[in-house]
C-alpha cells in the first residue's frame, strides 16, 4: 500500500502527468476533434495525413476527451493530487510548530526575550509556538504555510467534480420561432449528455411566445429575453422569461438563452410548374442597422442548389426593431453564386427561374436546458484553487526563531520558506535593530 | 465627453511619444547609473499613463464597451496593463527597476502596434455583458504584464550568465535575477489560473458549460499545466539558472500562442476580440 502511495505522489510521476495531459492537449488541437470540427474538415485531415489515420482510429484521436482512458488519467492525476494534498496537510502542521534551523540564517547572539518581541512584533511577526526547551517562534504570512496545500487541494476538488458532471450532465437545445410549441416527444435540435447519463427529457410542453429584444442608443443590442409558456401536469402553463446571462430554473433544468436569436421568415417559392413551396429561414440578429446578420446554407427539397439569407433589421435603415427588414435570398454551388434577390414584405422577387415571397417575419430564439449536479463545487474548488494560489505566490511566509541559550538569551534565526531574495531588506532590518538593541 | 476616432488615434500617438521619451531617459539611468534620468523616466511614464488611462476610459464610455473587443482596443490596454503593473510592482520590489529595459520598450511597441490596426467601433455581443468577462480579461492582461517581468529576468539571466561584462554588470547577481524571475512567473501563474476560472464561471452563466474545449481554451489550459511543470520543476526538482531561465522562455512563448495566436488562426468566441 505504502509503495503504491509512494507511486502516486511521486514527483516524477506528477511532472509526467502534467506534460501527458499537455501533450494530449496539444494533439487535440493538431488533429480535428469531433467536438468541435465539421466532418468535412475531420475527413479532408484524414485524406492529407492518410499514414496516421490508422493509428488515430485505433487511439481514437478524433474525440480524444470523450475516451475512458483520457477519463482514467484525469482521475489518476485528481488521486495524485488528493493524496498529496494529505500529505502536505502533515507537512504543514509539522512547519507550523517546527523550531527548525538547519536552512535559517543567523542574524544575532545574545538577544534578550523582551527585544526579541519587541522587534518581531515591529516587523508584524506574529508569535506562533514556544518549543519545551524555551524556544520562540514568530511568523509573518503564517497562513502562507497553507498555500500550495490549499491549490492542490482546490485542483483535486475540481478535478474529480468536473469528471463527475462531465460523466452525468445531460442537455439539449431547442430552437423556437414564436408560437412555436415542443413536449417531450420530440426530438431537440441539439442534445448531448456524458458518459453516464440517458438523454434529457422536456418535463412538458414548452411553447416560445415572444422574443423581445432591447437596443441601446447606439442600437446595438443590450438585452434578449424570450418569454416562454411551459405546462404543468395540471394541464396550466407557467410563464417565464428567459434571458442571456440570466438563468431561469425549471423541474431541476437550467434554462439558458443562448446568443443566437434573429427574425424567422416565412418564404414562398413558386417554381416554374406553379408549384408553391414554403420556406421558414432563422437568420441570426444584425449587429448595427448597416451590418447584416446571416443564416446558415441549407439544402430545400425544390432545387438542386443551397439556399442561404441574410437580412438587415430595416429596409429603411432606420430602427433597429422594423416591422420591415429587408431580406436576401441566395442558391449557392460551391463557391459560386447561382441567383440572388432581395425581398421585403411589400416587394416580392425573383431567385434564379423562381418567383418568390415574403409571407412573414416572426422572431426566433435557441434556448438551451442543462441538467447537472456537482457545479457549486466545481465553483468551491475554484475559490480555494484562488486562494490557495494567492497564498502561495504572494504571501510567503517567513520565521524568526529564537533558541534559548543557558544564559537565558536567545540566538536569534531567520527563514523564508520560499522567495527568500525577496525579503532581505526585512532581515537587514531585524538584524540592525536587534543589534542595536543589544549594543 | 465626446471622442472623435481622429482625436482617439492622436491621442494614443501622444501617449506612444511620451512613453518612447519615457524609455529614452529610463534606460539611459538604469543601464549608465544615471539616478536624475531614471527618476525623469519614471515621471514621464507616469505622465504617459494618466494619458493613456484617460484615452482607455473616455473610449470604453464612447464605445460601451470595455478595451477587448477589437485587436486595437486589446493591444492598447495591453500595454497598459504593462506599464501600470510594472509601476505598481516597482513601487513594491524596488529591485525590479532594469525591467523597465524591457517593459518600456514592449509597452509602446504595443501601443504603437494597436494603431495600425482600424480602431473602429466593435458591438458587444449581448453574452459578453457580464462582469465575469471583466474580471476574465482583466486577469490575463495582469498575468501577462508579469510574465513579461519574468521573462525579462530570464532574458537577464541568460545574457548575464554568458557574459557579465558592459550594461549588463548593471543587473542585479545571478542569484536574484533567478529567484526574481521564479517569483514572477508564479505570479504570472495565479492570476493566469485564476483568469482562466473566471472565464470558465463567465462561460457557464451564458452558455451552461463552464469548459467547451474550443482551441483558445485548450492552449490555455496548455500553457497553465507547462507553468504548473515549471514550477514543479523549480520548487521539487531544484531547476534554476540557465535550464530554468530556457523553459520558462518556452512557456512564455507558449502563453503568447494562447493569447495572440490562437486569437487570430482559430475560430471560436475567443477569436471574436481578435477580427
Known amino acids: 500500500m505504502n509503495k503504491l502511495k509512494q507511486f502516486i505522489t511521486a514527483r516524477r510521476v506528477s511532472l509526467g502527468l502534467i506534460l501527458l495531459l499537455a501533450g494530449l492537449m496539444y494533439l487535440s488541437t493538431i488533429i480535428p476533434q469531433v467536438i468541435d470540427s465539421a466532418p468535412e474538415n475531420i475527413e479532408a485531415w484524414r485524406r492529407g495525413h492518410s499514414g496516421l489515420a490508422g493509428l488515430v482510429d485505433v487511439c481514437h484521436l478524433h474525440s480524444i476527451y470523450a475516451q475512458p482512458w483520457f477519463a482514467a488519467i484525469i ?10 494534498s494529505y500529505d502536505q496537510l502533515v507537512v504543514v502542521r509539522k512547519k507550523v510548530v517546527s523550531t527548525g534551523v538547519a536552512s535559517a540564517d543567523e542574524l544575532a547572539a545574545g538577544i534578550p526575550e523582551q527585544l526579541l518581541r519587541s522587534v ?3 516587523h508584524h511577526y506574529r508569535f506562533l509556538s514556544a518549543g519545551g526547551d524555551g524556544q520562540l517562534k514568530f511568523g509573518r504570512c503564517p497562513w502562507g504555510y497553507y498555500g500550495n ?18 460523466l452525468t450532465y445531460r442537455q439539449g437545445a431547442l430552437i423556437l420561432v414564436e408560437g412555436e410549441q415542443r413536449d417531450g ?13 440517458t438523454p434529457l427529457k422536456l418535463p412538458g410542453v414548452i411553447r416560445l411566445d415572444r422574443v423581445r429584444v432591447r437596443f441601446d442608443d447606439k442600437k446595438q443590442p443590450v438585452e434578449v429575453f424570450s418569454d416562454l409558456s411551459i405546462g404543468t401536469a395540471s394541464g396550466q402553463f407557467k410563464t417565464l422569461s428567459a434571458s442571456i446571462n440570466r438563468i431561469q430554473n425549471y423541474h431541476g433544468m437550467r434554462i439558458y438563452h443562448s ?15 406553379g408549384v408553391v413551396h414554403t420556406e421558414t429561414i432563422s437568420a441570426q440578429q444584425p449587429v448595427s442597422l448597416t451590418k447584416a446578420g446571416y443564416s446558415d446554407e441549407f439544402r430545400v427539397s425544390w432545387s438542386p442548389y443551397l439556399l442561404s439569407a441574410k437580412y438587415f433589421a430595416d429596409a429603411d435603415k432606420k430602427t433597429m426593431s422594423s416591422a420591415n427588414p429587408e431580406l436576401v435570398l441566395r442558391l449557392t454551388q460551391g463557391n459560386r453564386e447561382i441567383a440572388r434577390t432581395t425581398l421585403t414584405k411589400e416587394r416580392p422577387g425573383t431567385l434564379g427561374e423562381y418567383r418568390v415571397q ?32 494567492l497564498l502561495q505566490y504572494l504571501t510567503p511566509p517567513r520565521e524568526l526563531i529564537g533558541i534559548r541559550q543557558p544564559d537565558g538569551r536567545y540566538h536569534v534565526y531567520w527563514k523564508a520558506l520560499s522567495f527568500r531574495e525577496f525579503f532581505m531588506e526585512e532581515r537587514d532590518g531585524m538584524t540592525a535593530e536587534l543589534k542595536k538593541g543589544v549594543a | 465627453m465626446k471622442l472623435s476616432l481622429e482625436l482617439y488615434v492622436a491621442a494614443n500617438w501622444a501617449a506612444v511619444v511620451i512613453y518612447i521619451l519615457a524609455t529614452i531617459a529610463n534606460v539611459t539611468g538604469v543601464l549608465f547609473k544615471k539616478e536624475p534620468w531614471e527618476r525623469a523616466g519614471y515621471l514621464i511614464a507616469g505622465a504617459g499613463l494618466v494619458l493613456h488611462s484617460a484615452v482607455i476610459t473616455v473610449w470604453w464610455v464612447e464605445v460601451g464597451h470595455g478595451p477587448y473587443m477589437a485587436p486595437n482596443e486589446v493591444l492598447s490596454s495591453d500595454s497598459w496593463m504593462v506599464m501600470a503593473c510594472f509601476l505598481v510592482f516597482l513601487k513594491i520590489y524596488p529591485r525590479i527597476r532594469p525591467v523597465s529595459i524591457l517593459a518600456f520598450p514592449a509597452t509602446f511597441l504595443m501601443l504603437g502596434l494597436s494603431l495600425f490596426y482600424n480602431p473602429g467601433i466593435r458591438t458587444l455581443p449581448a453574452t459578453f455583458r457580464s462582469i465575469w468577462l471583466v474580471i476574465h480579461i482583466g486577469l490575463y492582461k495582469i498575468s501577462l504584464a508579469t510574465l513579461i517581468i519574468a521573462f525579462a529576468f530570464s532574458l537577464f539571466y541568460l545574457l548575464k550568465a554568458r557574459r557579465d561584462s558592459g550594461w549588463l554588470r548593471q543587473l542585479p547577481p545571478l542569484e536574484t535575477l533567478d529567484v526574481y524571475g521564479y517569483r514572477f512567473a508564479g505570479f504570472g501563474f495565479i492570476f493566469w489560473t485564476i483568469g482562466m476560472l473566471a472565464g470558465s464561471i463567465w462561460a457557464h452563466q451564458s452558455w451552461g458549460r463552464f469548459w467547451g474545449w474550443d482551441p483558445t481554451e485548450t492552449w490555455s489550459l496548455i500553457t497553465c499545466l507547462m507553468f504548473g511543470a515549471y514550477l514543479h520543476l523549480r520548487r521539487f526538482f531544484r531547476l534554476k539558472g540557465s535550464a530554468a531561465a530556457w523553459f520558462f522562455i518556452a512557456c512564455f512563448i507558449i502563453s503568447l500562442v494562447s493569447l495572440f495566436g490562437m486569437a487570430t488562426l482559430s475560430s471560436s468566441i475567443h477569436s471574436e476580440y481578435f477580427r
Not at chain 1, 259 to 273: E, K, L, M, P, W
Open chain 1, 185 to 197: 416527444r420530440q426530438p431537440w435540435n441539439v442534445s448531448e449528455q456524458g458518459l453516464l447519463a
Open chain 1, 259 to 273: 446568443a443566437q436569436y434573429g427574425n424567422a421568415f416565412s418564404v414562398t417559392i413558386t417554381d416554374t410548374n
Open chain 1, 75 to 84: 482521475l489518476f492525476a485528481a488521486l495524485a493530487l488528493g493524496v498529496s
Open chain 1, 149 to 166: 496545500l490549499l491549490l492542490h487541494t482546490g485542483l483535486a476538488l475540481v478535478i474529480t467534480v468536473s469528471l463527475y458532471v462531465a
Open chain 1, 120 to 122: 518581531a512584533g515591529c
Open chain 1, 358 to 389: 415574403l409571407s412573414g417575419v416572426a422572431r426566433w430564439s435557441k434556448l438551451i436546458f442543462v441538467e447537472n449536479s456537482g457545479m457549486p463545487l466545481v465553483f468551491s474548488g475554484f475559490a480555494i484553487i484562488m486562494l490557495g494560489g
